[in-house]
């Protein structure tokens, strides 16, 4: 196929996307994307009456459209699949790439043509969300510096071209020693104390790999985290952690220098553009509207729940030294998951391995379908799929649905199976209860592979049109990945709780767009302030704690019986178990973002550990051994251009939020299908077509309770 990342199919094509096509397929995308920036840009010698909409805001990105979408394939397929093939291609054009987009919002004429369009009485006859637009547009160009002299706007290209490239190494450098790290274990006697699921989790990993008789354990989140909690070895905890601790840090994946370049080119950009410091760049139009106010908010909550985390902190040094008659001590930082596990079984009887069973990973997926179609009046259907690797088709089945009439004359509904990047990956349509018309379709990714970055994410691929007035509607195309608990055996992949909060927040997230019904496509979905962007995604945590909810879903893989009363009391009761540790621990990334990104520029700038250790005194226990900070693994604020960076805050911010709009649903039903239509209408389908606390206040009444999350998680 000629040009295959530049095709316009709905279903991705994905054997096709091959590494020796990007070079040209972007290359090409380059250009014609330039021509289409030029043509815009062309205009600035118009008279203001002859610019419209069409011809200067929706031209230029519909000129861009193309280049965006290619480009986020490659980058999709860089996080999924990659492969020193891929890597190498993606590298070599990258530069590229990022020197084209530096350079809109800095050139000139473009600018010109753009100005004066915004800012002419012309916009006066557009929609609110077309002026709210091209308010936003022009705010981003200012920020991204298109009022600045030529040698500024220069050197604004030359910062963001650098940055593209050292935090993409960052990032590789994080999967490469995460997947250059293996334990290999013969001796089963060091195995004590591990879940049944864990181990046989590591011996058919070890088997996989070539070891017999063996159990391997590695560096991602199914394999550490259970020995961690659970190993009765502390010697085994140690290696795991420290081997953990160390990405970043090494000789051969080392971000060290990296971080500080990063940290460096951030504060520069900022101040190339008129803002004090890059936090300030970054949140000036968000909802914090500060880097300083998003700073006071974390520490805000910090002063209430600092006592409380005191207090968990040495009750749990006390049981420690009960449990082993041993005077009270500091506890070295392996100790801590382990020794926490075992209180919190004491005080609450209740081992979270106990719920494994209950919670398949295909029947936790249905479920939540089933109540995503209950409240917020969609309906989801599987599609069967094709996986093509070398030359060899696959097919998966998904289970026969009804067949029902369809309004939609959607290209996603074409008759041949959606191709897959991966077999284990699997595909779903999405439609209005109501209409019958197919709001878009997803992707879902859920087990971890070497060839795939850790942690989990949405991310979308297409967003359809909504507006009306130009061209039919058309389905929106959405992507779901993790980094879950895979199967053994025979045996489905059982997960626990918070893997299965975690397939709701993602789901949350991917609703936001496929919900979307914003006429402006740059204004659907997840395109809202970064601290209004978890909102969608957290709230839909809650139904994972619900009698009510979780009946739908949580079922024993073997029996189907539903959570036992007496485990869901043990499990409620434990809910808020060192809830105000994990309050600090949270508040400590945001604070440590927010620091680096506000005072390391005007620290003497010796030693980053040395600092971070200054800024979050009181934040963290002291240990035995004193651990390092995560910064040099710190995926969220260094792997990409900005990212989470100076926005790592957003999570409590949008906790506050999520924990205050469900009380909306609690009050009047968390399956009431009212409600939850209220909340697609309010806030999943307006995007970013209003302000975020108007969004807010059109679903609640009223504005956020500030004190909401405390509540819930006991604290107050």
């Known amino acids: 196929m000629t040009h295959p990342f530049l095709q316009k199919d709905f279903h991705v094509r994905w054997s096709t996307l091959t590494a020796n096509h990007i070079e040209a397929d972007i290359s090409k995308a380059l250009i014609d994307a330039q021509a289409a920036v030029d043509k815009v840009a062309a205009r600035s010698a ?4 002859t610019l419209t909409y069409a011809n200067t805001i929706a031209a230029l990105d519909e000129g861009l459209e193309t280049l965006n979408h290619a480009w986020g394939l490659v980058s999709h397929l860089d996080s999924v699949n990659n492969s020193p093939e ?21 050139n000139e004429p473009l600018w010109k043509t753009l100005k ?10 557009l929609s609110a969300t077309k002026q709210r637009y091209i ?9 991204q510096g298109a009022d600045l002299p030529p040698e500024k706007k220069a050197r604004a290209a030359e910062i963001q071209k650098r940055l593209a490239e050292i935090t993409q190494k960052y990032s590789e450098h994080c999967l490469d020693a995460t ?13 004590a104390g591990l879940p049944a699921s864990a181990i046989a989790a590591a011996k058919q990993n070890a088997t996989e790999k070539g070891h017999n008789s063996a159990w391997r354990f590695t560096l991602q989140a199914p394999s550490l985290i259970p020995v961690l909690t659970y190993a009765d070895s502390d010697s085994l905890r140690q290696e795991l952690w420290q081997a953990y601790a160390a990405i970043g840090r090494g000789k051969k994946y080392n971000n060290q220098e990296l971080v500080r370049e990063i940290l460096d080119l951030r504060y520069e950009f900022a101040q190339l553009v008129g803002q004090e410091n890059f936090a300030d760049h970054v949140t000036a139009r968000r909802m914090a509207a500060s880097g300083n106010a998003a700073l006071k908010f ?10 409380q ?26 100790e801590v998951g382990y020794w926490a596990e075992k209180q919190r079984q004491a005080n609450y009887d209740f081992d979270e391995e106990a719920l494994r069973p209950y919670f398949p990973i295909d029947r936790v997926i249905s479920g939540m379908f089933d109540i995503a179609q209950q409240i917020f009046g969609l309906r989801i259907e599987e599609r069967e799929t094709a996986f093509i690797s070398g030359g060899t088709t696959s097919a998966s089945i998904a289970e026969p649905k009804p067949s029902e009439p369809q309004t939609s004359s959607l290209s996603s509904q074409a008759s041949s199976p959606p191709e897959v990047w991966h077999e284990q990956v699997k595909f779903y349509d999405l439609f209005d209860a109501e209409s019958n018309e197919q709001l878009g379709s997803f992707y879902a ?3 971890p592979r070497e060839p795939k970055r850790g942690g989990a994410w949405m991310n979308y691929l297409l967003t359809g049109n909504r507006d009306t007035s130009i061209a039919p509607r058309t389905a929106h195309l959405g992507l779901i990945c993790g980094n879950l608990t895979p199967s053994v055996g025979d045996q489905p992949a059982l997960l626990n709780h918070r893997e299965v909060e975690t397939i709701f927040h993602e789901f949350g997230h991917l609703l936001h767009h496929l919900c979307g019904e914003v006429e402006v496509k740059a204004l659907n979905g997840v395109n809202v302030p970064w601290d209004f962007v978890e909102l969608p995604s957290q709230i839909l945590e809650n139904w994972c704690w619900d009698r009510e909810s979780l009946d739908l879903f949580a079922r024993h893989h073997e029996t189907g019986e539903p959570i036992p009363q007496d485990l869901f009391d043990k499990m409620l009761a434990a809910r808020n178990y060192m809830k105000a540790s994990g309050n600090a621990r949270q508040l400590s990334f945001g604070k440590m973002d927010l620091e680096l990104h506000i005072n390391w520029p005007q620290s003497n700038k010796k030693d980053l550990d040395a600092f971070i250790k200054k800024q979050l005194a009181g934040y963290s226990p002291d240990y035995k051994t004193e651990p390092k900070s995560n910064v040099f693994n710190f995926s969220h604020l260094f792997s990409s251009p900005t990212g989470y960076a100076s926005g790592y805050y957003s999570y409590k911010w949008a906790e506050v939020l999520d924990a205050d709009a469900f009380t909306r649903f609690q009050k009047e039903g968390i399956l009431n299908a009212a409600t939850g239509r209220a909340f697609r209408n309010e806030v999943l389908a307006k995007g970013n077509s209003e302000d975020p606390a108007q969004l807010f206040k059109n679903f609640m009444g009223r504005a956020p309770n500030p004190d909401a999350l405390l509540k819930r998680d006991g604290l107050i």
């Open 445 to 447: 990714d859920w087990h």
């Open 116 to 125: 004066a369009y915004g800012e002419s009485n012309a916009t006066d006859q």
């Open 298 to 307: 974390g520490e805000a909550i910090f002063d209430k729940v600092r006592a």
């Open 179 to 191: 997947n250059a790290w293996d334990k290999i274990i013969t001796d089963e006697t060091e195995l």
């Open 86 to 106: 891929l890597r190498d291609a993606h590298n070599a054009i990258l530069p590229k790439v990022t020197e084209f987009f530096s350079s809109i919002p800095l």
């Open 46 to 49: 118009d008279a203001t009456d």
């Open 135 to 143: 308010h936003e547009t022009l705010a981003d160009f200012r920020e």
């Open 309 to 334: 985390f005191v207090d968990e902190v040495n009750t749990l040094r006390q049981f420690k030294a009960d449990s082993t008659n041993q005077p009270r001590d500091l506890l070295e930082p392996w």
